[in-house]
């Protein structure tokens, strides 16, 4: 008589198992099963063996030991044709398949719960039995994804057991994903900051066409379980698939006009271009207004970018923007109404994003992270930092004016556009009546008085009468005299170069006012 064929199913995903274990029992395998996933195959109909009749050791703790018994990790683990004289000693029978998904600890986390609730959402029993099916892939077939149910069905009913050695690598970065993913929530808990180890979970949301160039394969993973400012929550509306520079390009585009949208507490909108704002505004009256006056920063180098809102467009904003004629790649904001999206529907390659309602009173979670080659450099998020604002009164026996009123709220706006623009970043900014616009931009530049000459160059309208910002100090006066020598009337910098009584003296030489951050806003 031929000894029974076993397969274990514990499941917390039960897409698919009821199907998947129909097609076990006309294989002849004898199911075992454990908790939810054992009363919905009975409620199915299907014969199965509660896996504590199996072991002859209920379940306890509350459900918390149930599957941690020699006769299912033996009957995992056993090496076939050579542990099978212990195995019979000891009455374990070979399990041959065993099909597991984990607590569902993401989603527990993502829905706010507190730390004893996620707790008990830590997986034990489940990824040890995951790791010894997959260490024993030479005679375990191993599923814990229910997309891979149906092919598996079929490798087993062809004897085909090739398929077991992928099953077994997906099972692993399963298990270290899950892991990780606990380490991560845990740890910013319980042990903030940069651990001696570490690990971050990934999960793929979308292969991409290629990378930054067509010869570079690509992906998009996000991080699971994570809400706030993640690109993953973006619902797309209509449009061709993101690309890899769309999704790297939307990301500096959401982070700038939220930022400056935050800092000045107007709707506000940005158009970014490789990475950098190319045309910035905020205005009262609302986003058309702030569009028109963000598109006219700079027209010409819109063509082809991403535009974003920090508030909800309207059908009259998206006429505003279908009307104004420039082919964007990329539209997203905190909702899109009705209007809008059937407006924007006739161009059928714009791909149109909406972004959840909280994103505004959201941050991103977790670190900022960036791959270097052999590892990674982790740093907090540039975001929320308390900047003093500190209004400079000497140049050496010169007194220095303070910034007017008008003056005050333009570089308000400026040194919030400039904290998103590559460095060496400057940027000229002017007032309008109820908004600001960024009129020129310096970025990416070796020099700072280089990144000074290329925003004036830039400028759509008159330097006079703007002000600047620059992302880090001037290590010369070179760039300070070049810009007050094109009209600008007002600076903010972070101040801290051993020159600095140089800078200020230059500016207190034409009546310029000038403000020192304290910190600095690097973006490589």
């Not at 992928?166 to 994903?177: C, G, N, P, S």
Request: some cysteine; glycine content about 10%.
């Amino acid at each position: 008589m031929t000894a029974p064929r076993f397969a274990l199913l514990s499941v917390s995903n039960k897409e698919g198992v009821v199907e998947f274990a129909r097609g076990l029992v006309m294989l002849g395998y004898t199911l075992l099963s454990t908790g939810g996933t054992r009363q919905a195959l009975v409620d199915a109909g299907i014969p199965v063996t509660a896996v504590s009749a199996h072991t002859g050791a209920p379940e306890i703790f509350g459900g918390r030991v149930k599957t941690l018994h020699p006769k299912i990790h033996g009957g995992i683990l056993g090496r076939r044709g050579e542990d099978d004289v212990v195995a019979v000693e000891q009455a374990i029978p070979w399990i041959d398949v065993v099909a597991v998904n984990l607590y569902p600890f993401a989603a527990t986390v993502a829905r706010g719960a507190s730390l004893p609730e996620a707790v008990e959402q830590i997986d034990i029993g489940g990824p040890a039995m995951v790791r010894a099916s997959a260490k024993n892939h030479a005679s375990v077939t191993i599923v814990v994804d229910p997309a891979d149910y149906a092919q598996v069905l079929v490798a087993l009913a062809a004897g085909d057991g090739t398929i077991r050695p992928r099953l077994a690598v997906k099972a692993f970065r399963h298990t270290a994903a899950y892991d990780a993913m606990i380490a991560t929530w845990l740890g910013e808990r319980l042990d903030p900051g940069f651990a001696t180890e570490t690990a971050i979970p990934l999960q793929r949301v979308q292969t991409l066409r290629y990378g930054e160039n067509p010869h570079q394969a690509a992906a998009f993973y996000a991080n699971p379980g994570e809400g706030g400012r993640s690109l993953a929550r973006a619902t797309q509306l209509q449009g061709k698939e993101l690309s890899f520079n769309n999704l790297a390009d939307l990301d500096a585009t959401l982070r700038a006009v939220f930022d400056i949208g935050g800092a000045m507490g107007l709707p506000a909108c940005v158009i970014v271009k490789h990475m950098n704002p190319c045309g910035a505004a905020v205005h009262r009256d609302g986003i058309t207004t702030a569009y028109r006056m963000a598109l006219s920063g700079d027209p010409v180098s819109a063509y082809g970018g991403i535009l974003a809102f920090n508030r909800p467009i309207r059908e009259e904003d998206a006429e505003a923007i279908v009307s104004s004629g420039v082919f964007y790649e990329v539209i997203a904001a905190p909702g899109i109404e009705p209007g809008a999206r059937l407006r924007f529907a006739a161009k059928k390659n714009l791909r149109v994003m909406a972004l959840p309602a909280d994103w505004e009173a959201s941050r991103p979670a977790g670190l900022d992270a960036r791959r270097v080659q052999g590892g990674w450099l982790l740093q907090d998020w540039d975001v929320g930092h308390k900047t003093d604002w500190n209004v400079v009164t000497a140049a050496g026996e010169r007194p220095m004016r303070p910034p007017t009123d008008a003056e005050a709220g333009s570089l308000r706006f400026a040194w919030a556009v400039c904290s998103n623009v590559k460095s060496n970043a400057i940027v000229l900014v002017c007032a309008a009546e109820g908004g600001w616009l960024l009129n020129g931009v310096g970025a990416g530049q070796m020099s700072r008085v280089d990144s000074v000459h290329l925003a004036i160059r830039k400028a759509q309208r008159p330097v006079a009468g703007c002000v600047l910002a620059s992302d880090a100090f001037f290590p010369f006066a070179d760039g300070v005299i070049a810009a007050v020598e094109a009209g600008v009337t007002a600076i903010v910098q972070p101040g801290g170069s051993i020159r600095d009584e140089e800078v200020k003296a230059a500016a207190a030489e034409k009546n310029v006012a000038m403000v020192f951050t304290g910190a600095r806003h690097f973006r490589h």
